[in-house]
């Protein structure tokens, strides 16, 4: 499996077709389902054309849709030049095929979107090897008796495997492939279970964005990289594009990543492919549970968040609320603690993470966010101390300022004082210029000018 070298390109143009089996008007969750369907596609980067949903009682065999449908759905592909009509329900093989051909373009289904979407996102082994499993499983039935006939496919949406690998398409060779992941994912499985938590060369803590698809993860993603100083680049050069190494207030450097986004009906045969896809951020030493406070589903999204995390045992990390969005709330809705507990009450829990309100559109509440991260962050601690050192140690200086965030510094002749908001590790390399602290009765724990003897 040679990886590819991605060219950026230009994003794929989409048209979206939705479809729902009954009599009369939509229903609420076909639309709901539809309005994640353009989310998702977006997630995987294609570019929405247009849309177009039909209702009807009986679904045709050979197209789902019925035949005027088709040739609707073909104007507007054809007027939008659209590369690729993504279809919210499930195909049959047949039924992909014949829409293939009518519309003479790739034509894919809600579970291919959503693996796609996953594939690229699967960073763990499992992760990984889950997703191809998920792939091949779905791509089986539709290869009988066509050989390589999804080959013409090209590429793209639909197409990719985890890791920019192509996609396998011959059925004999699939078939043994699915046996061989089968195998290896029992094989990580154990051995994840041996190694869990060990980590890197790198002691850098990981910081995870969770939610829901749309909750705005990959804006706050974005957001916080940006306003962060951004750490050596050279030390993280091999991560892939959803994993960001940023400094914090406090100096201390984290690593912060963008996972797979929740979906509201995700197809049964793909929670297998997200759980693992999702492992990652049970390693996490801190999870920033991001929700949409403007949906009137947060609640239930909170809570299913919460049950999901559990499941894979990040039931015990250390968690933030991130209640993004709060450019639409009502003016006076400014108390985060009360919503953040609202929410966790809405979804019957009753210890509310520390909550923070912030938008990632605006920016606002991003600096009160980053000092939530420093505070609930357990790796590597952060203590305001004091240190004293000798002038003429000017390495010992310099490597305060690096690795803490210095709110005063005092100099005399011989002495530099500096008060340091200092993590553990500064502190223990530094111990021996630590002031201890201040006793109860002494009069102020701040530098005195002439407190310098010596
Ligand atoms: N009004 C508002 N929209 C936001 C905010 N953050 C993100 N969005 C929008 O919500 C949509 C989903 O955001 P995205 O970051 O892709 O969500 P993700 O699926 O969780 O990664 C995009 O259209 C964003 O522009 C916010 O704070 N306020
Ligand atoms: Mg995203």
Same mark, same amino acid.
């Given at each position: 499996?040679? &990886?590819?070298?991605?060219?950026?390109?230009?994003?794929?143009?989409?048209?979206?077709?939705?479809?729902?089996?009954?009599?009369?008007?939509?229903?609420?969750?076909?639309?709901?389902?539809?309005?994640?369907?353009?989310?998702?596609?977006?997630?995987?980067?294609?570019?929405?054309?247009?849309?177009?949903?039909?209702?009807? &009682?009986?679904?045709?065999?050979?197209?789902?849709?019925?035949?005027?449908?088709?040739?609707?759905?073909?104007?507007?592909?054809?007027?939008? +030049?659209?590369?690729?009509?993504?279809?919210?329900?499930?195909?049959?093989?047949?039924? +992909?095929?014949?829409?293939?051909?009518?519309?003479?373009?790739?034509?894919?289904?809600?579970? /291919?979107?959503?693996?796609?979407?996953?594939?690229?996102?699967?960073?763990?082994?499992?992760?990984?090897? +889950?997703v191809e499993l998920a792939q091949l499983k779905y791509l089986l039935p539709r290869l009988a008796g066509q050989g390589t006939a999804l080959s013409r496919l090209g590429g793209g949406i639909g197409t990719r495997g985890p890791g920019e690998t192509k996609l396998e398409t011959d059925r004999r060779r699939i078939q043994v492939r699915i046996g061989k992941l089968e195998k290896d994912i029992e094989r990580v499985r154990r051995a994840r279970a041996l190694h869990r938590r060990k980590r890197?060369?790198?002691?850098?803590?990981?910081?995870?964005?969770?939610?829901?698809?749309?909750?705005?993860?990959?804006?706050?993603?974005?957001?916080?990289?940006?306003?962060?100083?951004?750490?050596?680049?050279?030390?993280?050069?091999?991560?892939?594009?959803?994993?960001?190494?940023?400094?914090?207030?406090?100096?201390?450097?984290?690593?912060?990543?963008?996972?797979?986004?929740?979906?509201?009906?995700? &197809?049964?045969?793909?929670?297998?492919?997200?759980?693992?896809?999702?492992?990652?951020?049970?390693?996490? !030493?801190?999870?920033?549970?991001?929700?949409?406070?403007?949906?009137? +589903?947060?609640?239930?999204?909170?809570?299913?968040?919460?049950?999901?995390?559990?499941?894979?045992?990040?039931?015990?990390?250390?968690?933030?609320?991130?209640?993004?969005?709060?450019?639409?709330?009502?003016?006076?809705?400014?108390?985060?603690?009360?919503?953040?507990?609202?929410?966790?009450?809405?979804?019957?829990?009753?210890?509310?993470?520390?909550?923070?309100?912030?938008?990632?559109?605006t920016g606002q509440g991003l600096a009160d966010l980053f000092d939530t991260i420093d505070r609930n962050l357990p790796f590597d601690p952060v203590e305001s101390v004091q240190f004293r050192v000798p002038i003429h140690d000017a390495a010992a200086i310099a490597l305060i300022h /690096?690795?803490?965030?210095?709110?005063?510094?005092?100099?005399?002749?011989?002495?530099? !004082?500096?008060?340091?908001?200092?993590?553990?590790?500064?502190?223990?390399?530094?111990?021996?210029?630590?002031?201890? &602290?201040?006793?109860?009765?002494?009069?102020?724990?701040?530098?005195?000018?002439?407190?310098?003897?010596?």
């Amino acid at each position: 499996m040679k &990886p590819t070298i991605s060219v950026a390109q230009a994003p794929e143009k989409a048209i979206l077709a939705g479809f729902e089996r009954r009599r009369g008007a939509v229903s609420d969750a076909a639309s709901d389902s539809f309005q994640e369907l353009s989310e998702l596609a977006r997630t995987a980067g294609a570019h929405v054309a247009g849309e177009l949903f039909q209702v009807r &009682p009986d679904p045709d065999a050979a197209t789902l849709f019925g035949q005027g449908k088709v040739r609707e759905i073909r104007e507007l592909a054809d007027a939008s +030049q659209a590369d690729v009509v993504i279809v919210d329900h499930d195909l049959t093989p047949t039924q +992909q095929r014949n829409l293939e051909k009518a519309l003479d373009r790739k034509v894919i289904d809600r579970t /291919q979107l959503i693996l796609d979407i996953f594939a690229s996102r699967a960073r763990t082994a499992e992760g990984r090897l +889950q997703v191809e499993l998920a792939q091949l499983k779905y791509l089986l039935p539709r290869l009988a008796g066509q050989g390589t006939a999804l080959s013409r496919l090209g590429g793209g949406i639909g197409t990719r495997g985890p890791g920019e690998t192509k996609l396998e398409t011959d059925r004999r060779r699939i078939q043994v492939r699915i046996g061989k992941l089968e195998k290896d994912i029992e094989r990580v499985r154990r051995a994840r279970a041996l190694h869990r938590r060990k980590r890197d060369a790198v002691p850098v803590p990981t910081v995870s964005l969770a939610g829901y698809t749309n909750a705005g993860k990959s804006t706050l993603f974005n957001r916080l990289t940006a306003a962060g100083v951004l750490a050596d680049a050279r030390m993280f050069a091999t991560l892939d594009p959803t994993v960001r190494s940023l400094t914090l207030p406090s100096r201390r450097k984290i690593l912060i990543s963008d996972t797979v986004g929740f979906v509201r009906n995700l &197809p049964t045969t793909l929670i297998d492919a997200f759980r693992a896809t999702l492992e990652e951020v049970a390693d996490a !030493e801190l999870i920033l549970h991001v929700v949409d406070v403007s949906s009137d +589903q947060a609640s239930a999204h909170v809570g299913e968040v919460l049950r999901v995390l559990g499941e894979i045992g990040a039931a015990q990390t250390p968690q933030i609320l991130v209640l993004n969005k709060s450019d639409r709330l009502p003016a006076g809705e400014t108390d985060a603690a009360l919503i953040g507990a609202r929410l966790f009450d809405g979804a019957g829990r009753t210890t509310p993470a520390p909550s923070v309100l912030v938008s990632g559109l605006t920016g606002q509440g991003l600096a009160d966010l980053f000092d939530t991260i420093d505070r609930n962050l357990p790796f590597d601690p952060v203590e305001s101390v004091q240190f004293r050192v000798p002038i003429h140690d000017a390495a010992a200086i310099a490597l305060i300022h /690096q690795f803490g965030k210095v709110r005063a510094a005092h100099y005399s002749d011989n002495w530099c !004082e500096l008060e340091v908001d200092a993590p553990e590790s500064l502190r223990r390399r530094m111990d021996r210029y630590l002031v201890p &602290p201040a006793t109860p009765g002494r009069e102020s724990s701040g530098p005195v000018e002439n407190s310098v003897q010596n």
